[in-house]
């Protein structure tokens, strides 16, 4: 596969999360951002897979995970319903 077949996970959103380091739209630290256009296709596709696990540990697989990790429940009272007059 020539280098030039593997696309960037490049989306235009492009800003560094400080304290990951990494580009908040493609996942890629700023080292694999710089040497993206150097890289040949093996080294691209390993960034692409390293992009697609980070990816996967940075969201909750499902609802248990979301709140285990504080996130509120989907309820009237955690959009910010009143329902003490109810």
């Known amino acids: 596969m020539n280098y030039n077949e ?3 996970p490049c989306i235009n959103v492009c800003k560094i999360d ?15 951002i710089t040497r993206w256009s ?3 296709s093996d080294a691209r596709l390993a960034v ?10 940075a969201r909750p697989k499902n609802r248990s995970d979301q709140e285990s ?18």
């Open 6 to 8: 593997v696309p960037s």
């Open 48 to 57: 692409l897979d390293d992009v697609v696990r980070r990816k996967q540990q």
């Open 38 to 40: 150097r890289m040949d």
């Open 18 to 32: 400080e304290p990951t380091q990494r580009c908040i739209g493609c996942e890629r630290t700023i080292d694999e």
């Open 69 to 86: 990790a504080g996130e509120q429940a989907d309820t009237p009272a955690a959009k910010g319903t009143n329902n003490s007059a109810l």
